[in-house]
């Protein structure tokens, strides 16, 4: 099992950057695809970004594409959302989530893992 802490949302103006960022606790943190979904208000929860347990492989919404980076550090369980070019429709409450190496990486259509963060509220104004 492994528990997920978000950090790094904020506020900030359409066409800023932020970096959010997901600690994970546990010794086998090397061994789960991580990814990030996100929350608007008054929509249902989306994918936005995976990444394999060796780094190896990303995956990316269509709406993200081009402006955000997903990336890992295993020695420091540690994986972190680049966010550049952002829009005020990327607004919302993103959640940092987990799922072990042997089932399918989180996209869109595989859906999440069991394990989620907190959740970091980002905000982008016009």
């Known amino acids: 099992q492994v528990q997920l802490v978000d950090s790094g949302g904020g506020l900030v103006q359409a066409g800023g950057s932020l970096r959010l960022s997901c600690l994970a606790s546990?010794?086998?943190?090397?061994?789960?695809?991580m990814g990030w979904f996100r929350q608007a208000p008054g929509k249902e929860r989306e994918f936005v970004a995976s990444?394999?347990?060796?780094?190896?492989?990303?995956y990316y919404a269509d709406s993200v594409k081009g402006r955000f980076t997903i990336s890992r550090d295993n020695a420091k369980n540690m994986v972190y959302l680049q966010m550049n070019s952002l829009k005020p429709e990327d607004t919302a409450v993103y959640y940092c989530?987990?799922?072990?190496?042997?089932?399918?990486?989180?996209?869109?259509?595989?859906?999440?893992?069991?394990?989620w963060g907190q959740g970091t509220q980002v905000t982008v104004s016009s």
């Open positions: 989530n987990a799922r072990v190496s042997a089932l399918r990486i989180q996209t869109a259509a595989a859906g999440a893992g069991p394990y």
């Open positions: 990444i394999s347990w060796s780094g190896g492989s990303t």
């Open positions: 546990g010794r086998t943190f090397s061994s789960y695809n």
